[in-house]
T-cell receptor
Framework: GQQVMQIPQYQHVQEGEDFTTYCNSSTTLSNIQWYKQRPGGHPVFLIQLVKSGEVKKQKRLTFQFGEAKKNSSLHITATQTTDVGTYFCAGGNQAGTALIFGKGTTLSVSS | GAVVSQHPSWVICKSGTSVKIECRSLDFQATTMFWYRQFPKQSLMLMATSNEGSKATYEQGVEKDKFLINHASLTLSTLTVTSAHPEDSSFYIC??????????????FGPGTRLTVL
């Protein structure tokens, strides 16, 4: 079945450093979504990418969708302690039904 | 954005009892809701897709007789864990599909229900 792989599983950075998490799908996706889950909280929708090669920015966060629509990345510039949490990518299949979640990347930031 | 609520947020029960978890879309109608479970420090695993007015679609390996799903209205889906056992202890999260034209649908998640079975 369809699989979505995400790396790294954990990442620790010093405040101010950059951070990137990568997501790869075994199949072509119709769209990819990114979520953030704070410790003890629930996933919160960040953004959705639909087009091949699409790049979207939200302040210090940059999201990319690969040309083949099988991979994606989230890059955070100059991390802050408020960026702490687990970032999940979730791929939508061509049928546009349920999302398949990656295992997530847990980011910790020390000041 | 769309708001999804879940009740209860936390429940402890004895082994062998049944527990019902409610998922409500507060300010929109959701024809489709999803139920996930999440073990500590792990990702969300889709359990089933709940469609209003029809039977739920379960993922492979999920026992439909154990995890009963009822989507009785456009704003409410319920998950009942029947004859719960300690291995059913987990974080159960629902989400509701929200159309986002012209792009694909997005999902908004409830706050989750932490189930502990003693």
């Amino acid at each position: 079945g369809q699989q979505v792989m995400q790396i790294p599983q954990y990442q620790h950075v010093q405040e101010g450093e950059d951070f990137t998490t990568y997501c790869n799908s075994s199949t072509t996706l119709s769209n990819i979504q990114w979520y953030k889950q704070r410790p003890g909280g629930h996933p919160v929708f960040l953004i959705q990418l639909v087009k091949s090669g699409e790049v979207k920015k939200q302040k210090r966060l940059t999201f990319q969708f690969g040309e083949a629509k099988k991979n994606s990345s989230l890059h955070i510039t100059a991390t802050q302690t408020t960026d702490v949490g687990t970032y999940f990518c979730a791929g939508g299949n061509q049928a546009g039904t349920a999302l398949i979640f990656g295992k997530g990347t847990t980011l910790s930031v020390s000041s | 954005g769309a708001v999804v609520s879940q009740h209860p947020s936390w429940v402890i029960c004895k082994s062998g009892t049944s527990v019902k978890i409610e998922c409500r879309s507060l300010d929109f109608q959701a024809t489709t809701m999803f139920w996930y479970r999440q073990f500590p420090k792990q990702s969300l695993m889709l359990m089933a897709t709940s469609n209003e007015g029809s039977k739920a679609t379960y993922e492979q390996g999920v026992e439909k007789d154990k995890f009963l799903i009822n989507h009785a209205s456009l704003t409410l889906s319920t998950l009942t864990v029947t004859s719960a056992h300690p291995e059913d202890s987990s974080f159960y999260i629902c989400s509701a599909r929200v159309p986002s034209p012209p792009g694909p649908d997005t999902q908004y998640f409830g706050p989750g229900t932490r189930l502990t079975v003693l």
